[in-house]
């Protein structure tokens, strides 16, 4: 959330956060970087919460980084939400599989793929796909 919004495109960055904890150290970095354009919102990334925030902030980009069993209900409400572009990044190559499956479905077209090795001494990857809406 904080290098979007050093960007400083738009309105403003959003983070929204199912853990107490990282949301504190999230704004504790964007007053240590003097980044005033991110807000956090501690909540569950699921379903209806999702919904709820996506139509309040109506984002162009969101970035979806879920845990390892994937983010199906929150990628449900993206594609109800209809942002134009999805950043999708996962540390489970079949959930990414699901849940970007269901964004093609729904006017989704990747324009870019890859796999990140951020921790090259076990086996495992996160798959980044970057999706635009084209309904």
Same mark, same amino acid.
């Given at each position: %959330?904080?290098? &979007? ?16 904890? =990282?949301?504190?150290? =999230?704004? /504790? ?8 354009? =991110? ?13 709820? $925030?996506? /139509? ?5 980009? *969101?970035? &979806?980084?879920? @845990?390892?069993?994937?983010? +199906?209900? =929150?990628?449900?409400? +993206? ?6 572009? $999805? ?5 489970? @190559?079949? %959930? +990414? ?5 269901? &964004?093609? !479905?729904?006017?989704? !077209?990747? #324009? ?6 951020? #921790?090259?001494?076990?086996?495992? $990857?996160?798959? *980044?796909?970057?999706?635009? +809406?084209?309904?």
């Amino acid at each position: %959330t904080i290098p &979007l919004a050093k960007l400083g495109e738009g309105g403003g960055t959003t983070g929204v956060e199912g853990s107490r904890e =990282a949301v504190r150290f =999230a704004r /504790e970095n964007a007053a240590v970087g003097g980044v005033d354009s =991110a807000r956090f919102v501690c909540q569950p990334v699921e379903g209806a919460v999702l919904g709820k $925030i996506l /139509e309040r902030e109506s984002p162009a980009v *969101v970035v &979806l980084d879920p @845990p390892r069993g994937g983010g +199906l209900d =929150a990628v449900k409400s +993206l594609a109800a939400a209809g942002p134009r572009r $999805i950043i999708y990044v996962s540390c489970s @190559p079949p %959930t +990414l599989a699901r849940d970007v499956s269901f &964004l093609l !479905k729904h006017g989704y !077209k990747p #324009f870019s793929a890859g796999v990140v090795d951020m #921790f090259p001494q076990t086996y495992h $990857i996160e798959g *980044v796909v970057g999706l635009d +809406l084209v309904k």
